[in-house]
């Protein structure tokens, strides 16, 4: 994989993937390790051994502060308000940036609604082969959508693939935004705009004053690799602004959730010794 963003789809899923070997995993998944390749399913096969596993988490917070928990919390945020969109009768889930997530193949509430899975053609490619080496074809509730988020059109893409704007939608923006220039951000929300009232967008967001170097919350790694080294990442965001961000656009804030929710929410009652970052946080809104 020659694109340097298109490279980062690998290690959301070898988390979950290794998580499974935990008495409690924070998002149960039996499809995440086969999603992998071969490289990634030797590793996660090795991290069965506690040691191992414990020695492969202990490198990546010793790096990264707080990353591996972000990782896997803000997969267990997303799971949560997917069903509850689900609950409240949503009629269809769009993931953009879909990488090798596997949401679709593993949450049994989206095995009747249809997911339009966005990204990168390249990454559009490796998941329409991984999915063909699982299941022999693409599974018929899925759409794979390739698009460029910085020059593509959205709704145009979304529209050849069967979405109508009417139909109220879950969209999923994972790991996404900072990616993206400010520019593609609002163009995308301007896409959302044209959402059905009810719809949901879930989505996570790196905090503004760790990308501008005010503050590194223990990320000091992150911010050289991504914003100074390899300049992957370039747009951020002032929690207490995202809320009127997003209204511009028709979405009305209802959760901003980051290490404390994270705690309180999967960490502690699940007994797990970690803490999550507060460099990424991840939120949830309504179409109003």
């Known amino acids: 994989m020659d694109d340097p963003v298109a490279q980062t789809a690998v290690g959301p899923v070898a988390i979950v993937a290794i998580d499974q ?10 499809v995440a390790y086969w999603m992998l390749p071969a490289s990634g399913r030797m590793i996660a ?3 069965s051994i506690p040691l191992v596993r414990r020695l492969v988490v202990n490198a990546a917070e010793k790096r990264i502060p707080g990353l591996w928990a972000s990782m896997l919390c803000r997969k267990r945020y997303i799971n949560d ?16 940036g879909a990488g090798l997530d596997d949401c679709a193949y593993r949450l049994p509430w989206l095995s009747n609604i249809v997911v339009y899975e966005v990204d990168l ?28 988020f910085e020059t593509g059109d959205l709704n145009q893409v979304l529209t050849e693939h069967g979405h109508r704007n009417e139909d109220t939608t879950a969209f999923v923006w994972e790991a996404v935004t900072q990616y993206l220039t400010e520019t593609a951000v609002r163009r995308t929300l301007g896409t ?16 503004r004053d760790f990308l501008d170097g005010t503050e590194l919350y223990g990320g ?3 911010y050289r690799e991504y914003v100074v080294k390899r300049r992957l990442w370039g747009f951020g965001m002032d929690p207490d602004e995202v809320a009127e961000f997003l209204s511009e656009y028709g979405w009305r804030l209802t959760d901003d959730a980051g290490p404390r929710e994270f705690a ?6 699940t007994c797990r010794e970690l803490t999550a970052s507060e460099v990424e946080r991840s939120a949830c809104a309504e179409k109003i």
């Not at 609950?87 to 269809?92: D, H, L, P, Q, V």
């Not at 309180?264 to 009652?269: A, D, F, G, K, S």
């Open 264 to 269: 309180e929410r999967y960490l502690h009652p």
């Open 45 to 47: 096969t090795l991290t």
């Open 192 to 207: 959302l705009a044209a959402a059905a009232s009810g719809s949901r967008l879930v989505f996570t967001y790196v905090r």
């Open 21 to 30: 070997h935990e008495d409690i995993p924070l998002v149960r998944s039996d």
């Open 81 to 96: 308000q997917i069903r509850g969109a689900v609950r409240a009768g949503i009629e269809a889930v769009v993931v953009l």
């Open 220 to 222: 000091e790694a992150l």
């Open 121 to 148: 053609p390249e990454n559009i490619s490796r998941k329409r082969a991984v999915l063909q080496r699982l299941y022999g074809e693409v599974p018929d509730h899925v759409r794979l959508v390739p698009i460029d």
